[in-house]
């Protein structure tokens, strides 16, 4: 199982980016797909999160500004980031929980990491 992540870039302060993460391999079931971001200096901290259902969570600082979604057809996750603020510079990472088989258990996957840098 591979998770690729792209649509980063370099932004100015109010602009967006849209993020996508497509998993690919052996793939029976996703459950939980999370953006991770890692600023330099900084811990890796959870951005957003969705559940197969579609249930969504933030936190605080990207809430309002950002949205995450998902197409389980396609096996891809989304970010849409607007507003977008210097703060916002990072690495983002995605991770989803996979399985291969029914009778399997559910293992995290991540990607590369896409780059994103929001200019004052």
């Known amino acids: 199982v591979q998770l690729q992540a792209s649509g980063g870039g370099l932004v100015q302060a109010g602009g967006s980016l849209r993020l996508a993460c497509a998993a690919s391999?052996?793939?029976?079931?996703?459950?939980?797909m999370n953006w991770y971001r890692q600023a330099p200096g900084k811990q890796r901290e959870l951005v957003a999160a969705?559940?197969?259902?579609?249930?969504?969570r933030y936190t605080d600082s990207v809430e309002g500004r950002f949205t995450i979604s998902r197409d389980n057809a396609k096996n891809t996750m989304y970010l849409e980031m607007n507003s977008l603020k210097p703060e916002d510079t990072a690495v983002y990472y995605c991770s989803a929980e996979v399985r291969m088989g029914l009778e399997v258990p559910y293992y995290d996957y991540w990607g590369q990491g896409t780059q994103v840098t929001v200019s004052s």
């Open positions: 391999g052996r793939i029976f079931s996703i459950n939980d």
């Open positions: 969705i559940t197969s259902a579609g249930y969504a």
